[in-house]
């Protein structure tokens, strides 16, 4: 089981990226997708949710209208497409797969709960400068 992010970057506010999460050894379409950030000195926060059960979504409310994520399943690869890049987006960003998520839907309370995601990947650096 592999998670690969990638994507990340350093851009000026206002900017944009694309991060892609690249998965290979599981049944993609059993889990929900989704993408947590950590900043220096501060606790892993989720930031956007992808169901391959419902299609569900979810968002942080300091993303929404910003970023929009989407799932190709054919190619097991989850996009986030982040704009309008505040300094304050800047973190590493990690994408993480669970079952329980996706069988409740990324609309559940729990959807951003860490300790339901069995598989994690990597993290991709975003820095976003003023």
């Known amino acids: 089981v592999q998670l690969q992010a990638s994507g990340g970057g350093l851009v000026h506010n206002g900017g944009s990226l694309k991060l892609s999460c690249t998965t290979s050894?599981?049944?993609?379409?059993?889990?929900?997708i989704s993408w947590f950030r950590q900043a220096p000195g501060k606790e892993r926060e989720g930031v956007s949710c992808i169901s391959g059960h419902d299609g569900s979504t979810k968002y942080a409310d300091s993303v929404k209208g910003r970023f929009t994520a989407s799932r190709v399943n054919g190619q097991n690869v989850v996009h986030l497409e982040a704009n309008g890049l505040k300094p304050e987006d800047t973190a590493v960003y990690f994408c993480?797969?669970?079952?329980?998520?996706?069988?409740?839907?990324?609309?559940?309370?729990?959807?951003?709960?860490?300790?339901?995601?069995?598989?994690w990947g990597q993290g991709t650096q975003v820095t976003v400068s003023s």
């Open positions: 993480a797969a669970s079952i329980p998520v996706a069988a409740a839907g990324c609309t559940s309370p729990n959807a951003f709960l860490q300790v339901l995601y069995e598989e």
């Open positions: 050894g599981f049944n993609f379409n059993y889990y929900a």
